[in-house]
């Protein structure tokens, strides 16, 4: 019996958790309320109170459990990546967009609240958040020097994995599924215009002049 409660807890805990997600998304964080969650989740407020102690709660956990998947993923990304993956240009970059997209995929609304509301969270909570962030970039970084190495020496590394989250960040802004393009196909069109790129400034040997000041930042 001890076991079949504590799975329904969890169950109805990741259930509430998927409902506020949805509302913050919706509504931003500081327009929804916890009677706004009880509905939404189809539980009494004195239960929501059970297994959360707030809505300051729930964000942490929805912001800090997205960026959690998305570190998680970066290592699972990496590991994956064989000698022979190794050996051809882009593999590693390759599985780590592809992972993200499918990421935000299923955790739309998950990484929505992560992007607008983490200001709402304390210094603390902001910094151990953002600390995490800079593992999930550093591990594009490290793909984008070790899949490119021709700019290995250009201190691009860290501005280029910014301007690739700068394209697939902003997806639940505009993207929807319709018609023939789906997260998968958008995937592979960014992997097209992020190896491409790489790929030409690479053999041309000379980089933009404007991203040198970015570079020296």
Known sequence: ??????ARYSEQQDSILEHAASLFAARGFQGTSMLDLARA???SKALLYHYYEDKYQLLVAIAEGHIDRLTALTAEAE???TEVHAQQSGMRLERLIQRFVEEYASARAHHQVL???IKYLDARDQSRIRDKERVVVAAVARAI???WPGLSGSKLDKP???LLFGMINWLFTWFREEGTLDYPALAKMVVAL???????MERSHVLP???????KR
């Open 1 to 6: 019996m001890p076991r079949g409660r504590a």
């Open 41 to 43: 989740a189809g539980v």
């Open 79 to 81: 590991s994956a990546t």
């Open 115 to 117: 992007v607008q509301d």
């Open 145 to 147: 020097t070790e899949d």
């Open 160 to 162: 280029l994995s910014m």
């Open 194 to 200: 992020i190896s491409g790129g790489l790929r030409d």
């Open 209 to 215: 002049e404007a991203l040198s000041p970015v570079a």
